[in-house]
C-alpha cells in the first residue's frame, strides 16, 4: 500500500514549512533569513508565536504533514490522473540554511481537475515530514505550483534509501550519500528539518488507483 502513496498532492492550506508559506504568500523575500528553526525555542512548536503573519502554525487544523494510515485512506473514483508536463529550465540552486532548494525560471506545469499550476521550486527535508503507517522516510521532496489566481499546490515525493537519484521526477529512491548531501549545508537547529505529525481534525486522506 505504501508504493502508491508516495507520491501524493498537499493543498497549501495545510502549510508548508515556515519560510516556504511565507515566501508563496508574499510576506518574505526568498533571501530573507527568518529567526525559526527545527528544535529548541524558535522549533515547530513556537512558530505560531514568532510573528502575527504565522499564527496559523499555531491554531491551523488543516496544516502539513500528517501520518498517512492506510487503513483509514478513503478510494475516490472521481480524482482524475495529474497531468504534468515539466520542461528543461534554468534552475538556480540554493542552500537556505534551513534546506536545499531549487528555483526554476519555467519548469513547466500540472493540471488538476482542468486548472493549470505552474512550477516555481523545489526543496527537501531529511527525513520525510510525512509519515505513512508511523514511518518516516529517508527524505521527502516537495515541488511548488502555483496558479494564475494567485492559489498554490503542492506535490510530495517520499524516498527510501536504495540506488542513488539521477533523475528526481521518476526515481523514489536515494542513497545515504545523497541524504548526507542534502543535510551537510544546512544549520545546526536544521539538520533534521522535518515537523512533527499534526492530528487530522476530521480530515480524510483521498486515494487515486
Keep these: 500500500m505504501a508504493a502508491p502513496l508516495s507520491f501524493f498532492i498537499i493543498p497549501i492550506a495545510l502549510l508548508l514549512d515556515l519560510h516556504t508559506y511565507a515566501s508563496s504568500a508574499g510576506l518574505v523575500g526568498l533571501d530573507t533569513v527568518l529567526n525559526f528553526s ?67 525560471e519555467n519548469g513547466g506545469e500540472f493540471i488538476v481537475d482542468g486548472k493549470k499550476y505552474t512550477l516555481l521550486q523545489m526543496h527537501w527535508h531529511v527525513p520525510s515530514e510525512h509519515k505513512i503507517d508511523g514511518v518516516l522516510f529517508a527524505s521527502e521532496l516537495h515541488l511548488v505550483h502555483k496558479a494564475s489566481d494567485g492559489s498554490y499546490t503542492v506535490i510530495a515525493v ?50 487515486f488507483i
Excluded at 473514483?77 to 542552500?95: A, E, G
Excluded at 545546526?188 to 522535518?194: D, E, F, I, L, P
Design 158 to 207: 517520499l524516498y527510501k534509501i536504495g540506488d542513488a537519484d539521477p533523475t528526481v521526477a521518476k526515481v523514489r529512491s536515494m542513497s545515504e550519500e545523497q541524504v548526507e548531501a542534502l543535510r551537510a549545508p544546512l544549520q545546526s537547529t536544521c539538520k533534521s528539518n522535518h515537523r512533527p505529525v499534526q492530528p487530522m481534525h476530521g480530515r480524510h486522506v483521498q486515494l
Design 38 to 104: 527545527y528544535s529548541g525555542n524558535t522549533g515547530p512548536g513556537r512558530w505560531g508565536s514568532l510573528s502575527p503573519a504565522y499564527a496559523p502554525c499555531a491554531y491551523g487544523k488543516w496544516q502539513s504533514p500528517i501520518d498517512i494510515e492506510t487503513d483509514k485512506v478513503v478510494v475516490n473514483k472521481t480524482l482524475k490522473p495529474l497531468k504534468r508536463h515539466y520542461y528543461p529550465s534554468n534552475t538556480t540552486l540554493i542552500d537556505h540554511g534551513y534546506n536545499v532548494g531549487m528555483q526554476f
